[in-house]
Nanobody, 130 residues
Framework: QVQLIESGGGLVQAGGSLRLSCAASGRTFTNSIMGWFRQAPGKEREFVATITWITGSWSTGNTFYADSVKGRFTVSRDNAKNTLYLQMNSLKPEDAAVYYC??????????????????WGQGTQVIVSS
């Protein structure tokens, strides 16, 4: 079992920055993939960013981003602290959503698909005022 707890959401003006954190517990976090998804009211949950950590392979520490956030968001992880981060810069009103942390140890499935991820946090809300 894996527990994920997000924090760092809040209200920010357009153009501002926020850093989300996701504290993880319950399982070793090497050989896993952790990511961020978001869901705005009335919309489906969508992929934001993910980072891999597969020991001994090409995919260690690889990052992937949705086109809408490339160049503005940065995903990172601190395995020693079992914590995932999402640095969000140049925020836009359309970035407003509940942001969810996700974890999977699966090697199959698409990194961009929410169904690939096995565990989810409760979400943290980001509000961007224009």
């Amino acid at each position: 079992q894996v527990q994920l707890i997000e924090s760092g959401g809040g209200l920010v003006q357009a153009g501002g920055s926020l850093r989300l954190s996701c504290a993880a517990s319950g399982r070793t976090f090497t050989n896993s993939i952790m990511g961020w998804f978001r869901q705005a009211p009335g919309k489906e949950r969508e992929f934001v960013a993910t980072i891999t950590w597969i020991t001994g392979s090409w995919s260690t520490g690889n990052t992937f981003y949705a086109d809408s956030v490339k160049g503005r968001f940065t995903v990172s992880r601190d395995n020693a602290k079992n914590t995932l981060y999402l640095q969000m810069n140049s925020l836009k009103p359309e970035d407003a959503a509940v942001y969810y942390c996700a974890y999977t140890a699966r090697r199959d499935g698409s990194l961009y698909n929410a169904q690939t991820y096995e565990y989810w946090g409760q979400g943290t809300q980001v509000i961007v005022s224009s």
